[in-house]
């Protein structure tokens, strides 16, 4: 079958109801997709399929066929997204291992909600983050929005 | 400090050449500037600081990064010493095949305990400043002019009479052959100039496009895939399996049990395949008599711990506590309960192991990467000379990885297939819900007298617990006492003229282990709690009553008085709104917390602040140990509201984050931390900021319904979190 990941196209041999999670990770290396849960609990799998943010633990790659695929990898070649930036700027990660799912979601949010409130950020960050990066996820989606100048503190 | 790039380059190049290239492994520099760097060659001026021609300085990083930050902060000691040029640092990790043939030259590799820095500060500013004196000697020898006369700053080495001045590089050949100088001065706190800068974390822009190397990510030319299944009782034993129909699945390449039948394991050519292979196994399992252990049997083995009369005394024990009980006004009685927790971090346990004629190579992300290779040495009967371990950064480890026991399987997989082929073994989420190594579950009982003047005149503390030193270490307890289940006991902040503590040992079937904060996340529990309630008995304000009895514990009534003042705690909160305030002394830092809160009628908790409050005695990074205390605020709401482990039919209950629910961004209350460092010693900043956090929001619980909470999770007694 045919996947259009990060705008090249993938020819895979796979089992339809094989998660694209698994495509991306270990037929495909793309590395940048977590697995933690596995059954849309947590979003470290979060990818975007035309668009819309998905969890690929759950998502039958048979699915995402003929659709526009979007990873960690596909959001910018440089880590030059605002997102990305603003995740740097306010030194968001911890261990990192949740970021990629965090920083696809909040992508998303943003495209969709270029201001969000608090109760966006509430509504659409239901990612989990052990190691406790909230504060500072909703700090950096205030100033990629340009709605507070609140910056970590040193 | 540049890119992250550079941090595993060593690694990159090792790794490749061992493995005959073909890592995928994500660190891969511009070819020009690899080639460069290599051709050029840095020199090692001492094992910690390596110095090139271009003046680049990389400073050598022993123990792990999972998140902590000590990757970037414990460089930062060895450079302000040194006197470097922060811009032009690199950190490379120290190469753990190296450090074992060295003898463990560079220290210790455990990433455990909150010790990175307040365990390393004193040798890595002494390699800072050897190789500092180091490069004046080579100036020194080259210019013909006393080193006294000497200045280094800024990465520039000078002789100001002469006008001589140069960056490292030419001079790190030289300085390298000198004699290494003992007893080399040490920099005055005041003079630090990288020491208490909020460096930006070096491995962080790794984390934000995808690049960030764990372990789960190693991809390696030929590699299957394992699956695991472990005996869902522990300790059980397959004694069998069906896997007729699992072996014809499409990639699957053998099924086999490892561990004389402790797991059974699926091997495929993807992880999916072999995952979904193993769910169709039938496994007879001989669950070895521990089927029948559950919540209240283990409860009740626990209560009889609470007051059986073989218990062991702490050493702090004094006067004559029944005496001064029975002469007293008001005594108090409690008995707190803190549940198993699992860690659950992100990236589940798993790693990937290669068995050739002469090596054995390991990646797996790890607390204790020295260690690892012992283990798998130990299960392959080899040397750990042999075996290679290679960095990785870990997907969170908050003391899940200071156990090797996923490593272990990976190299017994390994050595059941073909030599040479690479197996990544990664567990399920559920693997890692139902096989960890829990925090122990605990039981306290307490007991408490007040005199006339509502001083507490008598403590007595029995603790029911089980031993990490007994049971996870394998090391006998002195005279009967584990010191970690007892922490927070063993020196009460609190005078009281006469004291009575007392641990008894309550070893289960469930495996415990070290879980962030560790004695540290449940001793608080009772204790801070109980100190309230004997505050409420006297009708006083518990900061005051507490404070009222640290005359001797200056430190303590420091941190305490700094939270309290940050939450404004002299005046009232609005109507409705409740606080509460607790204070700890853990690894060797104080920490203390104020939560307020307000509760509705259907028991929904709102936090409307928390105030964290540290004195480390020295802080290396702020905005890393800011960032500390915030992910600290949610682990323990997390295991406040929420945590539990509960057994049933010899098994645990939960599975994965539905049933093992974590604090989400829409819980996450504003949290104000206080660093309020007063110099003079050196304490921890990853595990502290949980220990006051949980008492501190249970005595705000009280405040705001009259009501005690003495056994977690919160959930169990009807509250919700908003
Ligand atoms: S791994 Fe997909 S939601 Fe957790
Ligand atoms: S940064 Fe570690 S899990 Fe989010």
């Not at chain 2, 559950?294 to 073989?310: H, P, V, Y």
């Amino acid at each position: 079958m045919k996947l259009q990941i990060n705008n090249q196209v993938h020819e895979v041999d796979v089992e339809p109801e094989m998660p694209l999670l698994w495509v991306l990770r270990d037929i495909l290396d793309l590395k940048g997709t977590k697995y933690s849960c596995g059954i849309a609990q947590c979003g470290a799998c979060t990818v975007h399929i035309d668009g819309e943010p998905m969890r690929s633990c759950v998502l039958p790659v048979s699915s995402a066929e003929g659709k526009r695929i979007t990873t960690i990898e596909g959001l910018s070649h440089d880590a030059s997204h605002p997102v990305q930036q603003a995740w740097v700027k306010h030194q968001v990660p911890q261990c990192g291992y949740c970021q990629s799912g965090q920083i696809m979601t909040a992508v998303s949010l943003l495209e969709k909600i270029s201001k969000p409130t608090d109760a966006d950020i509430n509504a659409a960050m239901t990612n989990i983050c052990r190691c406790g990066t909230y504060k500072r996820i909703r700090d950096a989606i205030h100033d990629v929005a340009g709605n507070a100048p609140e910056v970590a503190k040193a | 400090m540049k890119t992250s790039n550079r941090i595993s380059r060593r690694n990159f190049l090792l790794s490749s050449a061992a493995v005959g290239g073909g890592l995928a492994l994500g660190f891969t520099l511009p070819a020009s500037k690899a080639q460069a760097a290599a051709a050029a060659g840095p020199k090692r001026v001492n094992i910690w600081v390596e110095v090139a021609p271009d003046d680049s300085v990389t400073i050598k990083y022993a123990r792990s990064e999972m998140g902590q930050g000590s990757l970037t902060s414990a460089p930062q000691i060895v450079a302000d010493e040194l006197d470097a040029n922060w811009e032009q640092v690199h950190i490379a990790y120290v190469d753990v095949h190296e450090h074992i043939l060295m003898n463990k030259a560079w220290g210790s590799m455990q990433t455990v305990g909150s010790q990175t820095i307040r365990n390393s500060q004193s040798y890595l500013r002494q390699a800072g400043a050897t190789a500092r004196a180091m490069l004046v000697a080579a100036a020194a020898q080259t210019w013909k002019v006393p080193a006294s006369e000497i200045t280094v700053k800024n990465g520039i080495v000078a002789h100001a009479a002469s006008k001589k001045q140069s960056g490292f590089g030419a001079l790190a050949a030289l300085a390298a052959t000198q004699a290494v100088p003992k007893d080399v001065p040490l920099k005055d706190p005041a003079t630090w100039n990288i020491i208490g800068q909020s460096k930006p974390r070096v491995d962080i822009p790794a984390s934000v496009n995808g690049t960030q190397v764990y372990g789960i990510d190693v991809s390696l030319p030929g590699m299957v895939y394992a699956a695991i299944a472990q005996s869902p009782v522990f300790g059980g034993k397959a004694r069998g399996f069906a896997a007729d129909s699992a072996r014809k699945r499409r990639g699957v390449i053998d099924i086999f049990t490892i561990d004389d039948g402790a797991s059974v394991v699926v091997v495929a050519d993807n992880w999916w395949r072999a995952k979904n292979a193993l769910a169709e196994v039938v496994i007879d399992w001989d669950e070895q008599g521990n089927g029948k252990a559950d919540n209240a049997s283990i409860r009740k083995f626990f209560e009889a711990g609470l007051t059986a009369t073989d218990a062991a005394p702490l050493p702090n024990n004094k006067g004559d506590v029944d005496t001064a009980m029975k002469g007293a006004g008001k005594v108090l009685e409690a008995e707190y309960f803190t549940p198993y927790l699992s860690h659950s971090p992100m990236e589940p346990m798993g790693a990937t192991v290669q068995i050739s004629a002469a090596e054995v190579h390991v990646w797996a992300s790890t607390q204790v990467a020295d260690g690892l290779a012992s283990e798998v040495a130990a299960a392959l009967k080899l040397k750990p000379e042999v075996v290679i371990v290679h960095r990785v950064q870990a997907g969170g480890g908050f003391g899940r990885r200071g156990s090797g026991d996923f490593a272990r399987q990976a190299a017994l997989i390994a050595a059941k297939l073909p030599q040479g082929t690479p197996v990544k073994l990664l567990w399920s989420r559920e693997e890692d819900t139902q096989h960890g190594m829990y925090r122990p579950l605990a039981m306290y009982k307490l007991k408490g007298a007040l005199d006339a003047n509502n001083n507490v005149v008598a403590w007595q503390t029995r603790i029911a617990s089980g031993s990490l030193m007994a049971q996870r270490i394998g090391a006998p307890l002195a005279k009967g006492v584990d010191g970690m289940a007892t922490e927070g006991f063993s020196r009460l902040p609190y005078e009281v003229a006469n004291q009575d503590h007392s641990y008894i040992q309550r070893a289960t079937h469930v495996p415990i282990g070290f879980w962030r904060t560790v004695g540290w996340s449940q001793t608080p529990f009772a204790r801070e709690q109980f100190i309230d309630e004997l505050a409420a008995a006297a009708g006083e304000d518990p900061l005051k009553f507490r404070v009222r009895h640290m005359a001797a514990d200056e430190l303590s009534r420091h941190i305490l008085e700094t939270a309290a003042k940050a939450a404004g705690w002299d005046t009232a909160p609005p109507k409705g709104v409740f606080r509460g305030i607790a204070t700890t002394e853990p690894y060797a830092s104080f920490t203390a917390a104020v939560v307020e809160l307000s509760v509705n009628d259907a028991g929904v908790i709102t936090i409307h602040r928390i105030v964290q409050a540290i004195n480390p005695g020295y802080v290396v990074n702020p905005l890393n140990v800011r960032a500390q205390l915030e992910g600290a605020t949610v682990w323990a709401l997390s295991a406040a509201m929420w945590g539990e482990i509960g057994i049933e039919r010899g098994r645990v209950k939960q599975a994965n984050f539905h049933d093992y629910r974590v604090l989400r961004l829409k819980e996450m209350p504003k949290v104000d931390v206080v660093l309020a460092p007063t110099g003079g010693f050196w304490g921890g900043v990853g595990e502290p900021g949980q220990a006051p956090l949980i008492p501190a929001l249970c005595n705000a619980l009280f405040a705001a319904t009259g009501k005690r909470y003495r056994s977690l999770p919160l959930t169990q007694h009807g509250l919700s979190l908003a």
